[in-house]
């Protein structure tokens, strides 16, 4: 992405959960307000480095989470949830995740870019990497946006084209 220098990054959507993820993550991690983010965006920068290895290692080994402009994680509060709203709650939380997925595919759409769910993911190295080591937060749903790649192996056929045509 232009203007953001490689490395992790977590955006808070609740400027009321920042002290809360933060105590849940890895101390060390350094908290940076991204450059140039507006104020009303929560956006931190976490670790400085080249992430597409990591991407991929996390995302069972696809490279597709590597080669695009970027590759994110959505993290949920989950046992605080789960023991204050009930075991129900669970499938709520993949539909709130499932939501966003589909506002970034609508965004990316609109931006001139792809975005695509990644279906597998190691979610305890997600943990690993930012320091989760309790069920406080929980790896739910993993997405990423870049550039399309038109898959060759992919064909078009009218519809019903294996049926003999009656006239």
């Not at 996390?58 to 789960?82: K, R, Y």
């Amino acid at each position: 992405m232009d203007g953001l220098s490689p490395g992790l990054y977590v955006l808070v959507r609740d400027t009321k959960k920042l002290a809360f993820l933060q105590q849940a993550m890895n101390p060390e991690l350094t908290w940076t307000t991204a450059p140039g983010c507006p104020e009303d965006l929560l956006l931190y920068w976490l670790l400085e480095g080249d992430a597409r290895k990591l991407a991929v290692q996390v995302s069972c080994h696809q490279d597709i989470a590597g080669d695009s402009a970027f590759s994110l994680g959505m993290l949920a509060e989950f046992e605080g949830t789960l023991r204050e709203r009930g075991a129900w709650w669970y499938p709520r939380m993949f539909w709130e995740s499932g939501l966003l997925g589909q506002v970034l595919y609508l965004e990316a759409e609109a931006a001139g870019v792809r975005a695509t769910g990644i279906g597998c993911f190691f979610d305890d190295p997600v943990h690993e990497i930012v320091g989760i080591t309790n069920v406080a937060l929980q790896s739910l749903y993993h997405f990423t946006i870049g550039g399309p790649v038109e898959d060759q192996r992919l064909q078009t056929l009218p519809p019903y084209h294996h049926l003999p045509r009656h006239s």
